[in-house]
Nanobody, 122 residues
Framework: QVQLAESGGGLVQAGDSLTLSCAASGRTFSNYIMGWFRQAPGNEREFVAA????????NYADSVKGRFTVSRDNAKNTVYLQMNSLKPDDTAVYYCAASSSIVVTTRRYDYWGQGTQVTVSS
């Protein structure tokens, strides 16, 4: 089992930046691809970004490319999502997830956090 806990959400204005963190516990963190997803009210959950086990490769949704950066610190068992130039359309509950897959483009995730709310006002 892997337990995931997100933090760092909040209310910001359009154009602001925000960094989300996700702390992992349980099994060896570096064995997992880590991803971020989001779900806005009335919408399905969508992929945002992912990072491979070593942190050397990332994958992003087109909607966040150039604005969001995913990173990880395996020594701290933590994955981050740096979000810049936030837009009202970025408003959602953001979830981190862990995957035992070996490809960073996977959409198959095994463990999920509880989520953290990000609200961007215009």
């Amino acid at each position: 089992q892997v337990q995931l806990a997100e933090s760092g959400g909040g209310l910001v204005q359009a154009g602001d930046s925000l960094t989300l963190s996700c702390a992992a516990s349980g099994r060896t963190f570096s064995n997992y691809i880590m991803g971020w997803f989001r779900q806005a009210p009335g919408n399905e959950r969508e992929f945002v970004a992912a990072i491979n086990r070593s942190g050397g490769a990332q994958n992003y949704a087109d909607s966040v490319k150039g604005r969001f950066t995913v990173s990880r610190d395996n020594a701290k068992n933590t994955v981050y999502l740096q979000m810049n130039s936030l837009k009202p359309d970025d408003t959602a509950v953001y979830y981190c997830a862990a995957s035992s897959s070996i490809v960073v483009t996977t959409r198959r995730y095994d463990y999920w956090g509880q989520g953290t709310q990000v609200t961007v006002s215009s």
